[in-house]
């Protein structure tokens, strides 16, 4: 293994939670994205060089199969820089976009991204996840939360609480469809990924309320190295 893809790994946690030994591991995920997008090196996902794996429209057209109307007010959980979001900026009517990520600065992306005039436009609302964020984001009563590309940047110590804090912003009405990858087997992709076997996803979701349904289906035919492209549909 290269010393590089071992520090990436297996050292540049524990070293980071040396020097930071109770803050949360959201913050070194947010530390480690914002130093790269500084230093002016590429971020697949995040900021000017993102570029959409499968297309951009990946996630509206699953929300617009599952019957997502522009009246309808939708959370993207995890939106980065909106590089699938933005066509939901423009398809939702004004005020209708949440978008909650980690880090201020990826916000900020976003709005960069999609534009003054579109922002203006659908003056979509952009917050932090914090309690204010989620308590905020909830009280708009979401008909449709979207995951995209997030779930696998979720470790195992922190897995639950993740899910409480998307699955939190439901009501009785809200369908929430969560993107993830499954080889088969939990695994360490690359320093922030995870695979998500399809068990993994079904018994946390349940973990959090045995009531709730989620039904799994394939994005893509497309295999790489074994991998499904999956998302779950959850709702009550
Ligand atoms: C690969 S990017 C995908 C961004 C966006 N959903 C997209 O597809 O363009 C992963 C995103 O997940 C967010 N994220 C990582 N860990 C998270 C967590 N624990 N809770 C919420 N969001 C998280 C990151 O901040 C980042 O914006």
């Given amino acids: 293994m290269r010393f590089k ?3 990436r790994r297996h050292l540049r946690y524990p070293l980071w939670r040396l020097r930071h030994p109770f803050t949360p591991y959201e913050t070194y ?3 480690v ?8 090196r590429g971020h697949p996902a995040i900021g000017p060089t993102a570029r959409a794996a499968r297309g951009q429209r990946e996630m509206i057209d699953v929300l617009l199969r599952h019957g997502l109307q522009p009246h309808h007010t939708f959370v993207d959980y995890g939106c980065g820089s909106l590089r699938l979001g933005k066509p939901l900026v423009e398809f939702l009517e004004c005020g209708r976009f949440w978008g909650l990520d980690l880090a201020q600065e990826f916000l900020d992306e976003g709005i960069r991204y999609i534009g003054s005039d579109l922002n203006h436009l659908k003056q979509p609302t952009l917050r932090v996840i914090d309690d204010a964020g989620l308590a905020a984001a909830k009280s708009a009563r979401p008909d449709f939360i ?9 470790p195992d110590h922190i897995l639950d609480g993740f899910f409480r804090k998307v699955l939190g912003l439901m009501h009785v009405g809200t369908q929430v469809f ?6 088969g087997k ?27 349904t989620v039904d799994i289906f394939q994005l893509s035919k497309r295999r790489h190295r074994n991998m499904r492209y999956l998302c779950a549909h959850i709702r009550y």
């Avoid at 994205?33 to 002016?40: A, F, I, Q």
Wanted: charged share 25%.
């Fill in 5 to 7: 893809k071992l520090y």
């Fill in 29 to 31: 995920y947010a530390w």
């Fill in 33 to 40: 994205v914002t130093r790269k997008l500084k230093d002016g």
């Fill in 146 to 154: 979207g995951a995209w590309h997030v779930c696998g940047k979720i």
């Fill in 178 to 183: 969560l993107q993830f990858e499954d080889s």
């Fill in 186 to 212: 939990r695994e360490q992709l690359h320093g922030l990924a995870w695979s998500l076997p399809e068990e993994t996803m079904i018994a946390a979701v349940k973990g959090i309320d045995p009531k709730l």
